[in-house]
T-cell receptor, first 113, second 112 residues
Framework: NAGVTQTPKFQVLKTGQSMTLQCAQD?????MSWYRQDPGMGLRLIHY???????DQGEVPNGYNVSRSTTEDFPLRLLSAAPSQTSVYFC????????????FGQGTRLTVV | TQLLEQSPQFLSIQEGENLTVYCNSS?????LQWYRQEPGEGPVLLVT?????EVKKLKRLTFQFGDARKDSSLHITAAQPGDTGLYLC????????????FGSGTRLSIRP
């Protein structure tokens, strides 16, 4: 059971480039989310999805797009990378509903130069 | 602006000492969770507290949910070097049961 798998683990982008961070889960979780983690800021919610075809914005959505075409996959797209998007990105999944445990991937460390 | 405020941000203590980490907000939560994160890894759930006033224990860790459901604390007794890590509180709101918002974290270092 792989859990939540994120790829790539590391990425360096030039300002203005685009890329997609991949996230896949094999636990049949309805709920998936993306966070970014910066020093001293904990984790901030970027976008989340409560099921296939449904997405919504979190605390810091600007500069990021998401889609949820299947239950398993929840990619995060950066259309035009900026240095302010340098961060560690975590994908998480959980069952929909109250008080459920979030399972996290190992993160993607992104540097925008 | 973080909706969840954690304090202290950093804590370095000697092995064997006790410590308490706090998580506060002006909002009422449906539940509050504590996660622990190791370097290079994603956070891992320690506990979920649901009822106001609830206390849960996990070996030397004691978690408490405030009566008004706006705050929580994590107390570690006789800290060990293996307790070193980043501790994060996280909250779910009634309006969006699965949406989890995290606090800023407390980085704990236990010196042998």
């Amino acid at each position: 059971n792989a859990g939540v798998t994120q790829t790539p683990k590391f990425q360096v982008l030039k300002t203005g480039q685009s890329m997609t961070l991949q996230c896949a889960q094999d636990m049949n979780h309805e709920y998936m989310s993306w966070y970014r983690q910066d020093p001293g800021m904990g984790l901030r919610l970027i976008h989340y999805s409560v099921g296939a075809g449904i997405t919504d914005q979190g605390e810091v959505p600007n500069g990021y797009n998401v889609s949820r075409s299947t239950t398993e996959d929840f990619p995060l797209r950066l259309l035009s990378a900026a240095p302010s998007q340098t961060s560690v990105y975590f994908c998480a999944s959980s069952y929909e509903g109250k008080n459920t445990e979030a399972f996290f991937g190992q993160g993607t460390r992104l540097t925008v130069v | 602006t973080q909706l969840l405020e954690q304090s202290p941000q950093f804590l370095s203590i000697q092995e064997g000492e006790n410590l308490t980490v706090y998580c506060n907000s002006s909002s009422v939560f449906s539940s509050l969770q504590w996660y622990r994160q190791e370097p290079g890894e994603g956070p891992v759930l320690l506990v979920t507290v649901v009822t106001g006033g609830e206390v849960k224990k996990l070996k030397r860790l004691t978690f408490q949910f405030g009566d008004a459901r706006k705050d929580s604390s994590l107390h570690i007794t006789a800290a060990q070097p293996g307790d070193t890590g980043l501790y994060l509180c996280a909250a779910c709101w009634y309006s969006s049961a699965s949406k989890i918002i995290f606090g800023s974290g407390t980085r704990l270092s236990i010196r042998p």
